[in-house]
T-cell receptor, first 114, second 114 residues
Framework: DAGVIQSPRHEVTEMGQEVTLRCKPI?????LFWYRQTMMRGLELLIY????????DSGMPEDRFSAKMPNASFSTLKIQPSEPRDSAVYFC????????????FGPGTRLLVL | GESVGLHLPTLSVQEGDNSIINCAYS??????FIWYKQESGKGPQFIID?????DKRQGQRVTVLLNKTVKHLSLQIAATQPGDSAVYFC?????????????FGSGTQLTVLP
């Protein structure tokens, strides 16, 4: 079975550029999570969708970050404009029953903003 | 604020020995806990979970113990193998209703020595 799919796996961009990260959750899962992982802050929840609706975006750092989930099989996390401090690994996870059920993580996107 | 924390950031064990990774939590209302394993360059991988109505749960070579009295969680790995080398995270399920979310600890780096 295919797990959570993320693309790209690696992204290098220059400060000020727009970055779009993509995620395909596990088929049948109705909840999707975006996380950011850094050495300094560990694994942080950015935003959480349930049935394609954003439930909690309190972890989104600032207005430069936005996330969408147009359908049950696709989500994007966009950073515009990007800054060097956005450099991190961004993970997408999905679960079958919200945050109280096991979340399965994708391989992550390693973002480097120069 | 309340958070999940780990007692030790690193742990080294001899191959074949048992490993014990500890985790302290402070939110007495948390009712679901998960252990994840993260290998270098990969996303967190679900290992085992436990709900607050249990104090022990066993999987293949892994056991999770939950002590709600002292708010302590541990992961025991039997006969540790080189492939067990990774960072291990405990995660605590917090919040109510649709706002429930996982909060991750800082992680413990497990190194298996030959």
């Amino acid at each position: 079975d295919a797990g959570v799919i993320q693309s790209p796996r690696h992204e290098v961009t220059e400060m000020g550029q727009e970055v779009t990260l993509r995620c395909k959750p596990i088929s049948g899962h109705n909840s999707l999570f975006w996380y950011r992982q850094t050495m300094m802050r560990g694994l942080e929840l950015l935003i959480y969708f349930n049935n394609n609706v954003p439930i909690d975006d309190s972890g989104m750092p600032e207005d430069r970050f936005s996330a969408k989930m147009p359908n049950a099989s696709f989500s994007t996390l966009k950073i515009q404009p990007s800054e060097p401090r956005d450099s991190a690994v961004y993970f997408c996870a999905s679960s079958g029953g919200g945050a109280q059920e096991t979340q399965y993580f994708g391989p992550g996107t390693r973002l480097l903003v120069l | 604020g309340e958070s999940v924390g780990l007692h030790l950031p690193t742990l080294s064990v001899q191959e074949g020995d048992n490993s014990i990774i500890n985790c302290a939590y402070s939110n007495s209302a948390s009712d679901y806990f998960i252990w994840y394993k993260q290998e270098s360059g990969k996303g967190p991988q679900f290992i085992i979970d436990i709900r607050s109505n249990m104090d022990k749960r066993q999987g293949q070579r892994v056991t999770v113990l939950l002590n709600k009295t002292v708010k302590h969680l541990s992961l025991q790995i039997a006969a540790t193998q080189p492939g067990d080398s990774a960072v291990y995270f405990c995660a605590e399920n917090m919040g109510r209703g649709s706002a429930r979310q996982l909060t991750f600890g800082s992680g413990t780096q497990l190194t298996v020595l030959p």
